[in-house]
């Protein structure tokens, strides 16, 4: 009886630095999100994204030095949702920097072997401090989407192939 209710108490104290970790991130990368001017890059997303849907996958084909058509994309749908000021071009990519923050715990507990989700929170509180993170995070382009699509691939390879006993077929 003794050793749920303690494991219960841990989960609960992992859940609660979890929340803490993703607020001080969430307020740290929000912190005068909207004080600069959008940079040349990120009026060239805004310009990108505000185009019609087909608009846009023509424009990228076509465009050589552009990003791949997801992000533009998913900030076309957000700029329907939350609108084209500085402030929510810019809350996109802090909302995709907390989902790597997060991956980064995953990423961090199938690594070292543990299922319990304390292992990840120290990898997952130094990405959020990094200051290429903390910069990238606050700015309206993919980078932050490109962490997360980054650390979802590594962790799926670590979850699905490494461990098999007859690579590279998945696990």
């Given at each position: ?7 219960q108490r841990r989960?609960?104290?992992v859940l ?9 991130a969430?307020?740290?990368w ?7 001017d ?10 990108v994204a505000n185009?019609?849907?087909?608009d846009?996958?023509r424009?990228l084909?076509?465009?050589?030095r552009?990003?791949?058509p997801?992000y533009y ?7 329907v949702l939350?609108g ?8 996109f990519?802090v909302?995709a920097?907390?989902v ?12 070292m ?10 990898p997952a509180?130094l990405?959020?401090?990094v200051?290429?993170?903390?910069y990238?995070?606050r700015?309206?382009?993919?980078y932050?989407?490109g ?13 699905d ?9 998945r696990?």
């Open positions: 009886m003794d050793s749920a209710v303690n494991s989960n609960l104290l609660l630095a979890w929340c803490l970790l993703l607020m001080l969430w307020g740290l929000l912190w005068r999100l909207d004080a600069n959008l940079t040349f890059d990120e009026a060239a997303t805004y310009l185009r019609p849907l087909p846009i996958l424009y084909r076509t465009a050589v552009e990003h791949p997801v994309l998913l900030i076309r749908g957000w700029m939350a084209t000021g500085e402030f929510t071009l810019r809350l990519s909302g920097g907390l790597a923050l997060t991956l980064t715990g995953w990423l961090a507990r199938l690594a072997g543990r299922s319990g989700s304390a292992g990840g929170l120290l509180a990405l959020a401090v200051p290429g993170m903390v990238y995070a700015e309206a382009r993919m932050s989407l962490v997360v699509w980054t650390v979802l691939s590594a962790g799926l390879f670590l979850r192939w490494l461990p098999a006993k007859d690579w590279p077929r696990a």
